[in-house]
């Protein structure tokens, strides 16, 4: 909320910060360790620092909104109620009959040693089992940062060296 | 400039082998614990990034140069790739990691290494391409 209010870039940016390192803890407090610590190294690290350094590019007050409209709030209200109407559906958390732990889940975590070696059942998953999906993601990101590089460096080209830092 | 800040600059210089020691860590023992490719490579695209940001860019571009970067981050996505090309001739499926080795379990960890090597490559190389790209625009 503090988010969306505040006119001043930087403590927005700051509070984004804050609200990354609050959902690692809250992922840590789910068990889910890995999603944690991207969350705290790439949603509270690597994306505070490119914003920042997108602040020094730019003035660090939100310019006044020319006229202000009621339909993006609209919109996101809309978006949140269809999201909370689907959720009513969802089996309880931690329920131990939801369909998620029927499927593929039981061979995973009873076949994983004998069939990968791997004790850790999400890399197993993730780099076998599901090697395709990592592959896709992995040129997901590649695609993204080429994408960005040509964005970012498609009007300067001959002026690399060193200097101050952002 | 920045000769002002020196317990940032002690520290960051305390740290940095410690946070690459750690992404490694996160990296080759992502089979026993948590973590793996992605985890490492955000790890230490971070270090970089401390490391650009209290010693400014320059320092940064001496360590892991723009162009060694820039070829980095196709290159994870071949080694991700070629893994699968690999199987293929070895006669199994794309990305069929059992005929990588005559022992199906140790041609699965062999396998999963690579992978995690190639992801590790793409992501950490991205991450510092696009800061190398923010940093080095204001000038």
Redesign the interface.
């Known amino acids: 909320m503090a988010i969306a209010c505040v006119r001043n870039l930087f403590a927005v940016v700051a509070l984004g910060g804050i609200y990354s390192f609050l959902m690692a803890l809250a992922l840590l407090v789910l068990d889910a360790v890995d999603v944690s610590m991207t969350e705290a190294s790439v949603g509270a690290g690597v994306s505070t620092v490119l914003l920042l350094g997108a602040l020094y590019l730019t003035r660090i007050d939100e310019a006044p909104p020319l006229r202000v409209s009621a339909a993006p709030m609209v919109v996101a209200l809309a978006a949140g109620a269809a999201l909370l109407y689907g959720s009513w559906d969802l089996p309880p958390f931690g329920d131990p009959a939801g369909a998620i732990h029927h499927h593929v889940a039981p061979r995973y975590l009873n076949q994983v040693i004998a069939e990968t070696g791997v004790p850790n059942v999400v890399t197993a998953v993730l780099a076998s089992y599901r090697g395709y999906d990592t592959l896709g993601e992995t040129t997901v990101i590649f695609t993204a940062g080429i994408g960005v590089l040509l964005l970012l460096k498609g009007r300067r080209r001959r002026r690399d060296g060193g200097g101050a830092a952002l | 400039?920045?000769h002002r800040e020196t317990i940032p600059r002690v520290v960051t210089k305390l740290l940095f082998p410690f946070i690459l020691l750690f992404a490694l860590y996160?990296q080759f023992h992502?089979?026993?614990?948590?973590?793996?490719?992605?985890?490492a490579g955000?790890?230490t695209?971070?270090a970089i990034?401390l490391y650009?940001?209290?010693?400014?860019?320059?320092?940064a571009?001496r360590i892991a140069p723009?162009r060694l970067i820039?070829v980095l981050?196709?290159l994870?996505?071949l080694i991700?790739?070629s893994v699968?090309v690999f199987g293929l001739l070895l006669g199994g499926n794309y990305?069929d990691?059992f005929v990588l080795d005559p022992d199906?379990?140790?041609g699965?960890?062999r396998?999963?290494f690579w992978?995690?090597i190639?992801?590790l490559v793409?992501?950490s190389?991205?991450?510092i391409?696009?800061?190398y790209?923010?940093?080095?625009?204001?000038?």
Do not use: K
């Open positions: 400039m920045m996160v992502g089979e026993l614990g948590p973590g793996g490719g992605f985890q955000v790890i695209a971070a990034i650009g940001i209290i010693f400014g860019l320059g320092a571009h723009p820039e981050v196709p994870g996505v991700y790739g699968g990305l990691y199906t379990v140790h699965q960890e396998g999963i992978v995690e190639g992801v793409t992501v190389s991205t991450m391409a696009i800061y790209a923010f940093a080095g625009r204001g000038r």
